[in-house]
């Protein structure tokens, strides 16, 4: 038997979540039967999804929802040994007990030098949602240019570097200028802070004053408006997010797309990584090599501690993090 420790969703969030939101339990959980697995919570997944999908999918009083790293503490499932690692979907747990149905394996030709908290950002599903946004709905071409928002997160920093490996020009923006300066780091072509420039237009027509081929849109709302202006003519748009609209507390009023989708022919599309599930094992492999071979570099925003998962939370709804958001156990 084993003592696991859970975070609930206590109260629905209103507007930016609170620590009060949450309520830490215990749970007993028993020794595994024939062909489950126990599991134990290596590094748990932070992302913007879980304050929109908890209001849609969870009740007041429901385990909150996530992906982890978790190691096989006890097997009595011939297909997962002890010691060995798995991503599941399993919430915020520290332990959970699986029929092995739910679980991905870490692909079996991780390099022991990797951290695996990589399988949940970089070569896990928010590089795949960079690469997926790029090639599957943004169709870039070397040397369009692109546009990406929330530039310095999970997402934002893969697009960038995904773009530039494609020969094309990037442009991204971010909440600090200590993020700003990470993203020339990264070999942005140009990079501003959002929330310090005067006029979100201007930014963005000095940093291609021929204007976008291309915007990965992890932001939505008014950025969207203002952006959508500054496209080429045939520009192509992802909408992989609304971040900006998650805590608000009233509905919100979408961006005026119109005149410029159709005048400028533009093609717009929302997509969620799930769709080309049947690529995953190629598309990882290509992010793994990219990383291996030092075209891509992965930063990870880690908080040690199950107990701070709701800090984390919140922190990276507010921009506290640059790079994926990631909880250590
Ligand atoms: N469609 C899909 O399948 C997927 C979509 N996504 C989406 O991608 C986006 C980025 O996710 P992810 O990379 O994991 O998260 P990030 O690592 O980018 O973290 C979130 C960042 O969003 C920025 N942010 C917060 N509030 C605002 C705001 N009001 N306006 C502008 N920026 C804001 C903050 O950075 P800053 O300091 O720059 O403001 C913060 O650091 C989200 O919208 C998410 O929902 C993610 C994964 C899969
Ligand atoms: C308007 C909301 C847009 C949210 C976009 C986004 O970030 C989507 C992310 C999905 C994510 C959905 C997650 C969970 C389902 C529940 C599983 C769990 O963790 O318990 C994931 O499916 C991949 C992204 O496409």
Not at 33 to 51: H, I, N, W
Not at 54 to 66: F, N, P, V
Not at 270 to 291: I, M, N, P, T, Y
Not at 306 to 319: D, K, Q, V
Request: net charge negative; with cysteine; hydrophobic share 40%.
């Amino acid at each position: 038997m084993v003592l696991a420790k859970l975070w609930t969703l206590q109260q629905h969030f209103e507007g930016l979540p609170k620590e009060s939101n949450f309520e830490l339990k215990q749970e007993e959980l028993p020794d595994p039967k024939d062909g489950e697995v126990l599991l134990e919570a290596v590094f748990l997944s932070v992302d913007p999804y879980m304050r929109p999908y908890s209001r849609m999918h969870l009740k007041e009083g429901d385990t909150m929802m996530g992906a982890q790293v978790s190691r096989v503490v006890r097997s009595r499932n011939p297909s997962y040994l002890e010691g060995s690692h798995v991503i599941v979907h399993c919430g915020w747990r520290t332990h959970f007990l699986s029929d092995g149905s739910d679980l991905t394996p870490i692909p079996s030709n991780w390099p022991e030098e990797l951290p695996l908290s990589l399988a949940l950002g970089a070569i896990g599903m928010t590089g795949l949602a960079a690469l997926y946004g790029l090639e599957e709905i943004c169709e870039i071409k070397a040397e369009e240019t692109l546009l990406v928002n929330a530039a310095a997160g999970a997402v934002g920093t893969m697009v960038g570097q995904i773009a530039k490996i494609k020969g094309c020009r990037a442009v991204g923006c971010a909440g600090s200028d200590d993020k700003v300066s990470y993203l020339k780091e990264l070999g942005f072509d140009q990079a501003f802070n959002y929330k310090t420039i005067s006029s979100l237009e201007d930014a963005l027509r000095e940093a291609a004053p021929q204007g976008y081929d291309c915007y990965f849109d992890n932001v939505g709302g008014d950025f969207t408006s203002t952006a959508l202006a500054q496209m080429k003519p045939f520009g192509r748009i992802a909408l992989s997010g609304s971040i900006s609209t998650y805590n608000n507390t009233a509905p919100h009023r979408g961006p005026s797309i119109h005149s410029h989708m159709i005048l400028k022919q533009l093609r717009m599309e929302g997509f969620l990584v799930e769709r080309w599930k049947h690529k995953h094992h190629d598309s990882l492999q290509r992010l793994l090599a990219w990383v291996k071979e030092g075209r891509i570099k992965c930063r990870e925003h880690i908080t040690e501690g199950f107990e701070n998962m709701p800090a984390s939370f919140i922190s990276m709804l507010s921009g506290g993090n640059v790079g994926k958001a990631v909880v250590k156990i």
